[in-house]
C-alpha cells in the first residue's frame, strides 16, 4: 500500500504557473497516494479570480478532484470560501478573522480526509503557517514537514503577520525543508530539523526537442513581473543594446514604470508554451533586485533556461555560486550589459550541451526523489 502524502497548500491547483509545490507533488504522486489542500480561496477570489474552482469552492461540486499527472494521480480538496484578511493589520482583529476562517477550513479538511479514508498520513504544510497553526488541530499526521520557498516576512501578501505565524508554527513541525542555502540559515534557530533541497527542472518540458527560432535579436524573461525585477537595470539595459528586443512573458503584478520601446510586456502564457518563448531568446535574464526576498530565492527558471540550452545573465541578489560555471552573474548595470554581449559574443554549442548537462542533474524528479528520502526520515 502506498504511503499517504497531505498537502496543506499555499499555491494554488488551477492557476497554470509552475510552481515548485506542484512540480514536487507531480513527481511524489509515482510512489505516494497524493492529496492536496487546495489554496483558500476568499470570498472575493469568487468574484475576481479567473481560476478560481467556484463549484468546488461553493459545494455545488464535490469538493475532491481527482487528476491524471503523467507520474501519477493526485486527489485535490477545496474548502469553503473564507474572508480576506491579509489586508488586516491590527494584531488582534487578524487573530479573531484567522481563527474563524481556519474553523471554517478545518471542519471541511476533516470531512474530506474522513470521506477519503485517510487516516495514516505526512502532513506537508506548503508555506501555509497562518492556517498551519491554526488548523493544527484538524490535522493527525504521523509527521509535519514544513515546505519553505520564500522569505515569508518579505512577501507583499503576508509581509505583516506572516513571519509571526511563521515563528509560532515551524517549532511545532519534525522537519523544515527550505530551497535555499538562505533560508536554510535563517530558519535554522525555528527548526528541529532542517534539510536545504532547491527547487528544479520539469525536464519533459524544456528538455524536450524544439525547433530553432532564435533570430539573433531578442533577449528575454520567464516568470512574474512584480517588484522583484530592478526595472532600472532593464531601462539600462535596453538603452544600451537598442539592437535588441527584451520581451518579458508573465502575468504583471505591479505598476510598470516607462520603459523604452524595445522592452515588451508580452503578458503570461501557458506552460507548454514556454519552451517556444525561451527559443527566441539570444539570452535569458533574470534581472532581480537585491532585497531580503530575492536573497533568499533559488530560482526556478535558471535551470529552466539552461535546460533549453541558453545563455544566462543575472545579478547578484542570492547565493548563486551553483550556477558560475553555467551563467553569467553580474554586480552592476554596466557589468550586466558587459555579461550579456559576452553571452552573445561567444555562445558555443560546447557551451549549450554544458548548461544542458548541468540541468539535467537538478530534475524535479531527483528533488521528489530527495523530499521523499526527507519525509519517510
Not at 486527489?75 to 491590527?90: A, D, F, G, R, Y
Not at 485517510?118 to 498551519?132: H, I, R
Not at 537595470?233 to 508573465?250: I, K, N, S, T
Not at 507548454?272 to 530565492?297: G, R, W
Amino acid at each position: 500500500m502506498k504511503k499517504v502524502i497531505v498537502c496543506h497548500s499555499f499555491p494554488a491547483w488551477d492557476t497554470p504557473y509552475i510552481k515548485s509545490t506542484i512540480e514536487l507533488l507531480k513527481q511524489l504522486s509515482a510512489d505516494h497516494r497524493v492529496i492536496m489542500i487546495d489554496y483558500h480561496y476568499t470570498l472575493k477570489d469568487l468574484f475576481f479570480n479567473k481560476f478560481a474552482p467556484v463549484k468546488q469552492i461553493l459545494g455545488l461540486s464535490r469538493r475532491t478532484r481527482t487528476f491524471t499527472t503523467n507520474q501519477g494521480a493526485i486527489e485535490v480538496i477545496s474548502t469553503p470560501p473564507i474572508l480576506p484578511i491579509n489586508w488586516i493589520k491590527h494584531k488582534g482583529l487578524f487573530k479573531a478573522m484567522a481563527r474563524l476562517n481556519a474553523w471554517v477550513i478545518g471542519r471541511s479538511i476533516k470531512k474530506q480526509l474522513q470521506r477519503s479514508a485517510v487516516d495514516s498520513y505526512t502532513l506537508v504544510n506548503a508555506f501555509n503557517p497562518v492556517y498551519g497553526y491554526y488548523c493544527r488541530s484538524y490535522f493527525a499526521p504521523l509527521k509535519t514537514v514544513y515546505y519553505c520557498y520564500d522569505e515569508i516576512a518579505a512577501t507583499e501578501w503576508s509581509g505583516v503577520h506572516g513571519a509571526a505565524y511563521e515563528e509560532r508554527f515551524m517549532p511545532l513541525a519534525d522537519e523544515v525543508i527550505c530551497t535555499s542555502s538562505v533560508l536554510k540559515r535563517n530558519k535554522s534557530e525555528l527548526a528541529k530539523q532542517i534539510q536545504f533541497i532547491p527547487n528544479g527542472v520539469n525536464l519533459e518540458l524544456f528538455l524536450a526537442p524544439h525547433k530553432e527560432k532564435s533570430n539573433g535579436s531578442t533577449i528575454g524573461y520567464i516568470g512574474a513581473i512584480d517588484s522583484r525585477i530592478d526595472f532600472d537595470l532593464v531601462a539600462h539595459c535596453a538603452q544600451a543594446l537598442p539592437e535588441f528586443e527584451f520581451q518579458f512573458y508573465g502575468p504583471v503584478k505591479t505598476t510598470l514604470p516607462k520603459l523604452p520601446a524595445n522592452v515588451k510586456m508580452l503578458g503570461a502564457v501557458a506552460q507548454e508554451l514556454l519552451p517556444e518563448k525561451v527559443q527566441a531568446f539570444d539570452v535569458c535574464l533574470i534581472p532581480f533586485v537585491k532585497s531580503k526576498l530575492t536573497e533568499a530565492i533559488y530560482p526556478l527558471k535558471i535551470n529552466e533556461y539552461l535546460a533549453m540550452g541558453k545563455a544566462v545573465v543575472c545579478t547578484d541578489f542570492s547565493d548563486l555560486s551553483d550556477f558560475e560555471k553555467v551563467a553569467e552573474i553580474a554586480t552592476d548595470k554596466d557589468g550586466f550589459v558587459k555579461a550579456i554581449r559576452k553571452a552573445l559574443r561567444y555562445n558555443t554549442r560546447l557551451k549549450t550541451q554544458k548548461r544542458i548537462e548541468f540541468a539535467k542533474q537538478n530534475s524535479w524528479e531527483h528533488r521528489a526523489r530527495q523530499f521523499a528520502e526527507a519525509l519517510s526520515a
